[in-house]
């Protein structure tokens, strides 16, 4: 019959292994726990809204973080659009305005991609409530 080794006859990278199970093994059992006494569905049901920031913890301000987001967009917006047209103005060549135009373009469609985002996001928290 072959006998259990003391953890002192163990090498490194045996107790590092061994270690790793044990601690694995709680991790599921606590969260087989959660799981069977419904621990889980409680704890989904805390909050009612998403993060305004995906992969953020929901918190009771994102609402409010929404409009902000979409205040910050709005300004950040204006202030671009307002640089691109002084950098123009002030560089007097003709190509200046072309590359303040496609500028532009690239400012709307970012921005829209950030409008288009924050509403996706405010949807699903909604449908979450």
């Known amino acids: 019959m072959r006998r259990i080794p003391n953890l002192g006859e163990l090498t490194v990278g045996q107790r590092f292994l061994l270690m790793l199970a044990i ?3 709680i991790l599921f059992a606590i969260a ?9 569905d409680e704890a989904q049901g805390q909050y009612r809204v998403q993060s305004a920031m995906p992969g953020l913890p929901t918190t009771k301000w994102d609402s409010r973080m929404f409009a902000l987001d979409r205040d910050a967009i709005d300004a950040a917006y204006v202030e671009r659009m307002k640089h691109l047209f002084a950098t123009a103005l002030s560089a007097g060549d003709a190509q200046a305005f072309d590359r303040a135009i496609v500028g532009a373009r690239n400012v709307r469609k970012a921005y829209i991609g950030v409008m288009e985002a924050i509403d996706k996001r405010e949807r699903e928290a909604e449908q979450a409530k």
């Not at 087989?32 to 889980?40: Q, R």
């Open 23 to 25: 601690v694995l093994g």
């Open 32 to 40: 087989a726990f959660g799981y069977f006494t419904g621990g889980w």
